[in-house]
Antibody, heavy 123, light 106 residues
Framework: EVQLVESGGGLVQPGGSLRLSCAAS????????MSWVRQAPGKGLEWVAN????????DYVDSVKGRFTISRDNAKNSLCLQMNSLRAEDTAVYYC????????????????WGQGTLVTVSS | DIQMTQSPSSLSASVGDRVTITCRAS??????LNWYQQKPGTAPKLLIY???SLQSGVPSRFSGSGSGTDFTLTISSLQPEDFATYYC????????FGGGTKVEIE
């Protein structure tokens, strides 16, 4: 059974830093792209970042570029999101999600999600 | 950036109703479109990928159609467990979600 378990959320002051982690199990972690998706309270979903299987390709939504860094440790089946220079608008539940690609066409979709971890940026 | 617009933003329906939700892309995205269901306090769940492919384990009352800029998610006979918020998501260029459609009990 695929499981994704996030941790590391909490209350942080504006300008502060936080590191989120996601522990993966039940599948060959090193074979999949992985992502972070967030949801502000009462709002919709927003993709945040992607990382490819060996960590050599990373992509971010414009609003977090230069502040957030996605990384992975395939030996430990773990995904991380280092968040620096946090702003009030970064307040959200952050989900770790597995990104899968269908064949012909190669549509990317999130097929498994963790339960989420809440990040609150406030003074 | 590709913008995804869902309509309606909310709807009220009864058990047994046929429900249709629309998602429109700001430019053509071929069939690079997925649908998710989210219930309060839980993570989203994949329903449909590549516009019309049903994810394993999802009931057949859910179906998706469309290509280019216009897409629909149809629930053929609404069940009590289907009251939730539904999101579309494109993967043609980067990854963006629609604003969501909340399906409520009438």
């Amino acid at each position: 059974e695929v499981q994704l378990v996030e941790s590391g959320g909490g209350l942080v002051q504006p300008g502060g830093s936080l590191r989120l982690s996601c522990a993966a199990s039940g599948f060959i972690f090193s074979s999949y792209w992985m992502s972070w998706v967030r949801q502000a309270p009462g709002k919709g979903l927003e993709w945040v970042a992607n990382i490819n299987q060996d960590g050599s390709e990373k992509d971010y939504v414009d609003s977090v570029k230069g502040r957030f860094t996605i990384s992975r440790d395939n030996a430990k089946n773990s995904l991380c999101l280092q968040m620096n220079s946090l702003r009030a608008e970064d307040t959200a539940v952050y989900y770790c999600a597995r990104l899968k690609y269908s064949s012909s066409p190669t549509v990317a979709y999130f097929d498994y999600w963790g339960q989420g971890t809440l990040v609150t940026v406030s003074s | 950036d590709i913008q995804m617009t869902q309509s309606p933003s909310s709807l009220s329906a009864s058990v047994g109703d046929r429900v249709t939700i629309t998602c429109r892309a700001s430019q053509s995205i071929s069939s690079y479109l997925n649908w998710y269901q989210q219930k309060p306090g839980t993570a989203p769940k994949l329903l449909i990928y590549a516009a019309s492919s049903l994810q394993s384990g999802v009931p057949s009352r859910f179906s998706g159609s469309g290509s280019g800029t216009d897409f629909t998610l149809t629930i053929s006979s609404l069940q009590p467990e289907d009251f939730a918020t539904y999101y579309c998501q494109q993967s043609y260029s980067a990854l963006t979600f629609g604003g969501g459609t909340k399906v409520e009990i009438e």
